[in-house]
């Protein structure tokens, strides 16, 4: 029966791994809600100044690695940190929401990791 119940355990846990999106609840950040939407991609919506955000992503980006690109008009960095490369993309929802979307790959395989420790200091970077 133990072994049944480990190997019942054992495949819930793979499914909920690889088949659903991880929900994060980014308490250092602040209490946002943030969510994967894709193997490779952390998303979420704050209520934080977009300029502050611009610059704290443009801060945590110089810490992790080398800008290739970076445009604060259209709120997009792209980054090669840790063999990983990162998008980076800030969107003006309203005037008080910006989104933040963080996403990362690794020879081109998903790093979420990475662009969940990213995102999450760009929140927390945001003053």
């Keep these: 029966m133990k072994k049944f119940l480990s190997l019942g355990l054992g495949l819930m846990l793979l499914v909920s791994v690889y088949g659903c999106a991880p929900l994060i609840i980014g308490a250092a950040a602040g209490g946002l809600g943030a969510y994967a939407i894709s193997k490779d991609t952390v998303q979420g919506d704050t209520d934080k100044n977009y300029e502050a955000l611009w610059e704290s ?62 995102f999450v200091k760009i929140i927390t970077g945001a003053r």
């Design 57 to 118: 992503a443009l801060n945590v980006s110089r810490t992790y690695g080398l800008i290739q690109q970076e445009n604060a008009g259209t709120g997009y960095i792209e980054l090669g940190a840790q063999s990983t490369k990162v998008w980076i993309k800030l969107v003006r929802l309203t005037q008080a929401t910006t989104r933040v979307k963080v996403s990362a790959r690794k020879y081109h395989f998903p790093n979420m990791e990475l662009a969940q420790d990213i």
